[in-house]
């Protein structure tokens, strides 16, 4: 193991941190994704040093949408909702609409320092090397490793953060991307929150920082969020390869939560064959219908609310009291794959979903955002009707 020493970076701002590898070089630029400032910065140090090698925070699929300007019109939803990674795309775009407002503010796009950083790259020869882990792999991680009521919690705090008005400046960049004011922003977020800390920030340091040094040249530029230089100067001095494989792959669901999502529905199932044996059919099918009741009014509720077509609003209906049996398949993947067939979203709103995500109207004007609420209300509504239908049919046990 090579251990790493900082060493003052001549005529560079603090942000900028000059290691020693061994004998290699690596300057390790923090930046903040929606500054002026930084991307200066990033110009101006790749172009003083020429550096064997450019390394950046981004990944294949962050560094096309970045270059080539890709819109979320390429999505393809459908085959999104069989996969089940609605909720996965949703944190991801929500999270991309609330940069890009804070962006607009700054006149720059967010990530444009590490597109430039490519850019001055390719100018002057010098290879790149794009060394994030996959953003998917980093949303399904994070997504896998929280809570039920943490998942609640994290989609209701960046759904607030969409309609706060926030202003921001390139003073307050500067100020936040001060090491203690990171350091105290982190903190708090791994006591509140430490599996997402884990999964997006330490996880990453590790993986960024191993593919630094795997990184060709002797002579390096790294070009990374300000809040990840911490955990890669320290991740540098150490060998952590043996940790890259474990966390590059998405772990499957606990099996305990594969127990549960069985256990309560055949608990209904089990109570209703009871019921009938025990105190006839007639019983049992009233206890039946009101199971139909309790869920399927909910779920079409829930549709209604969400203003999606009489077809959706249908399939919630009908389909609630099945699904909420059938672990395997949600009913807000039934109604969000109906209303997509059904009212498939016009380019135009591909387009603009970003910032009609800024505004409570926007949620229900725009039809992929009200394809979201199709998949989410739908399913609020049946997941409370089970527990009320449930209680009622476990309760006329007795």
């Known amino acids: 193991m090579t251990e790493s020493t ?4 001549p005529n560079y701002p603090p942000d900028v941190h000059c290691l020693k590898l061994g004998e290699r070089e690596i300057f390790l630029i923090g930046t903040a994704h929606i500054s002026r400032e930084s991307v200066e910065l990033v110009r101006q140090v790749i172009a003083g040093e020429k550096p064997d090698c450019v390394c950046v925070e981004l990944d294949e699929k962050r560094y096309e949408a970045l270059a080539k300007r890709k819109t979320w019109e390429l999505l393809d939803l459908r085959e999104i909702i069989r996969k089940k990674q609605l909720s996965t795309l949703l944190i991801n775009m929500l999270l991309a609409s609330y940069q890009k407002r804070l962006g607009d503010q700054m006149g720059v796009k967010p990530g444009t320092e590490l597109l430039e950083a490519v850019q001055e790259a390719e100018k002057y020869g010098i290879p790149v090397a794009l060394c994030d882990r996959d953003v998917r792999v980093t949303l399904r991680r994070a997504w896998n490793s929280t809570s039920f ?3 609640n919690y994290l989609l209701a705090s960046i759904l607030t953060s969409m309609f706060e008005e926030t202003e921001i400046t390139e003073d307050k960049l500067r100020e936040l991307k001060e ?20 999964v997006l920030i330490d996880e990453r340091d590790t993986y ?3 593919k630094i040094k795997a990184s060709k040249g002797s002579r390096l530029v790294a070009v990374v969020g300000a809040g990840h230089v911490a955990g890669i100067k320290t991740a540098l001095g150490e060998d952590r390869r043996d940790q890259l494989e ?3 792959i998405i772990p499957p669901v606990s099996p305990i939560w594969q127990v549960v999502g069985w256990a309560i ?4 199932v089990l109570a209703l064959v009871v019921i009938a044996v025990t105190k006839g059919t007639a019983v049992a099918g009233d206890n039946l219908l009101f199971w139909i009741l309790a869920t399927g009014l909910p779920a079409a509720f829930g549709a209604v609310l969400a203003l999606a077509h009489p077809l959706t609003i249908l399939g919630a209906f009908v ?3 099945v699904t909420t049996l059938l672990p395997v398949l949600g009913v807000g993947h039934l109604t969000a794959f109906i209303q997509v067939m059904a009212q498939p979203p016009l380019v135009i709103e591909f387009e603009t979903v970003l910032k009609d995500m800024g505004t409570v109207r926007g949620w229900w004007r725009n039809r992929l955002l009200r394809l979201f609420l199709a998949f989410m209300l739908p399913s609020f509504g049946a997941m409370a009707g089970m527990w009320v239908g449930g209680s009622r049919i476990i309760s006329n046990l007795f």
Not at 179 to 198: H, I, N, T
Request: net charge negative; charged share 20%.
């Open 6 to 9: 900082t060493v003052t970076a």
């Open 149 to 151: 009521w943490r998942k």
């Open 179 to 198: 090491s203690d004011v990171l350091s105290e922003l982190l903190s708090e977020l791994g006591q509140a929150m430490p599996e997402l800390k884990r």
């Open 208 to 210: 960024l920082a191993e």
């Open 246 to 248: 474990a966390i590059n």
């Open 265 to 268: 529905p055949a608990l209904i």
């Open 319 to 321: 389909g609630a009291p």
